[in-house]
Structure formats: structure tokens, C-alpha cells
């Protein structure tokens, strides 16, 4: 049985979040976490009736928040174009730009640097995440990058001239974690009767293929998106990210009407995911809550099981 001593010797994970594709569903996700795995703590220490202290916990974390680093190029772009900032800007909604190598870089730089830090800290149990499901091909290009040498000393030659030693990394236990593997990895897990699930994505244009790529692995059916479909979901996103209550309200009764309710009479064993962790409708399964909860349970499974 796991003590609290036991707790204190496990090794610390450190969590490097990339944020600001939705500052607000990060600090969401921080919140979410931090929640998960103080009732876990709790649970140990309530058996012997002991306090909770934060100092228990073994998941610590930055969350880099620069997107004016992160996006310079395509935010002087379309303020030099338009005068002010359209949804545009954003990846992976309507007509959206797809990433470019220099967003790439930087992303990547950005997290050596904080992965540098810490190391210097003593942590070698790093883990590199970015809540949000679009960007999930991001994370994995920041996954191939920090492992490459010859990448690495490229993006520290372009943007960092000062350099630094790039050759500390390999002193560290690096992993990238991306919300649709965990959230479908859950949704295996706890599917009911080994039932076949057909999955409902609500999430931006490229999200339901990237779903689509895990069904074979997971036996889970995602479920086609058309086109006029698509599109009242990305003005539901632009909706949720403005944070109008009225227009969400509006834009998540079209989707209950002409998205999820023609399914739900069509398949009875649905399962529908809200894959846009700026969404809040409470239409489905929140793919943010499911990230945060797995994080915390693959840091502390070899402890508590």
C-alpha cells in the first residue's frame, strides 16, 4: 500500500506546456490538473489521516506563453494586411495557414530552452505537451527535433547565435504527449462491453482525420464530417474563443440539431467529443478534462497500482 513516504520518493516529472493557442483553455488545463492530482494525493494521505501539502506533489511544470515569439511573423503579416487580427491567424480554422518551419523552430526553441532549465534543476523526467488537439502534429515535430542532433544545432544556430549545450538533453528522459493518442487510449480503455464506439469529433477541419488515424489501433469509429458541418463547428470555435454567451448559445443549439441529433438516431453506442479545448458547450466528452486526468495518471500509475 502506498504511504506518503513512499509519494515523497517518487521522482519528480516535469511537464513543459506549450500554451497560448488559447491562453485560456491552458490555464483551463493547469486547473484541471492541478484538481486531478490533489484528489489523488489525498487519497493516500487520507488513510492515515494526514494533511494535504502542494510539497507532496511530484508533477511540477512551466507553461511557455509567447505567441507573440511563436507567431511574429504571421501576426505582423495580417496586421500590416488588415489593420487588425482576423481568425486567420489562428491554425487550423477556415482558411487558416498550415504551420510554417519558422513557427516550427521557434515552438521547438523555445522548449529546449525550458527543457535546459530544467535539467539544471535536477528534473530528468521531462515530458512535452501542447493542449490542444489541432497542434497535436506540432508536438509530434517537437518530439523528432529535440531527439535529432543535426535539427537541434540547426535551430539553435538561427535563432540562438549565443548558443548554449544542446548535448544536455541526452542527460534526460524526454517524452511528447499529444491530447487525441491519450484521449483515445482513454476512451479504449473505458469503452463499455468491449462495444464498438462511434465517435462524434467536434473539433477544427483537420481534427477529425487526426482522430481518424488512431481508429484501427483502438477500435473506435470516427465518424465522417461534412463539409457544411465543418463549418458551423469552426463558427461555434470562433464563437467559444470570443466568449460571446449569446452567440455560443445560438451556435450550440444548431449543433445539437444539425450535428448530434441526426447521429444519435442513427448510432446507439455514441460517444461525443468535444475536441477543441476552447470549447465548454457541454455537448460531449471534453477532450481537456480526459488530457488533464490521463497526465496525472500515467505520472503516478507505477506508484498507485
Sequence with gaps: MVTAAGLLEKPITYDIIVSDFGRDATIEYLRLVSNSEKRLIKTILDRDGLEFFDEYRRIMFTAIGDVAFFKEAAILKSALSHGHLRDDILIGVGSS???????????????????????????????VMIPCNTLSSLAKQIGK???????????????????????????????????????????????????????????????NAIYGAYTESYAIIVLPIENWE????????????????????????????????????????????????DFRLGLGVSSLEVFADVMVMDCYRTLIS
Excluded at 175 to 204: F, I, Q, S, W
Excluded at 251 to 274: A, C, G, V, W, Y
Design 145 to 207: 527535433m529535440i531527439h535529432s542532433d543535426m535539427e537541434l544545432k540547426r535551430i539553435v544556430e538561427t535563432y540562438a547565435p549565443s548558443g548554449f549545450d544542446i548535448h544536455r538533453l541526452t542527460t534526460a528522459h524526454i517524452d511528447v504527449y499529444t491530447v487525441p493518442e491519450a484521449v483515445m487510449r482513454h476512451l479504449a480503455e473505458t469503452k463499455k462491453n468491449g462495444k464498438m464506439t462511434h465517435l462524434l469529433v467536434l473539433g477544427t477541419s483537420g481534427t
Design 230 to 277: 465543418q463549418e458551423l463547428i469552426d463558427e461555434a470555435i470562433v464563437a467559444s474563443i470570443g466568449g460571446d454567451r449569446n452567440k455560443i448559445d445560438i451556435h450550440k443549439e444548431q449543433l445539437q440539431k444539425e450535428i448530434i441529433k441526426p447521429r444519435s438516431d442513427m448510432f446507439e453506442n455514441l460517444t461525443i467529443l468535444e475536441a477543441c479545448t
Design 97 to 127: 495557414p498550415s504551420m510554417s518551419q519558422e513557427f516550427i523552430d521557434r515552438v521547438t526553441l523555445s522548449v529546449i530552452q525550458e527543457a535546459l532549465v530544467a535539467i539544471d534543476h535536477g528534473h530528468n523526467i521531462l515530458r
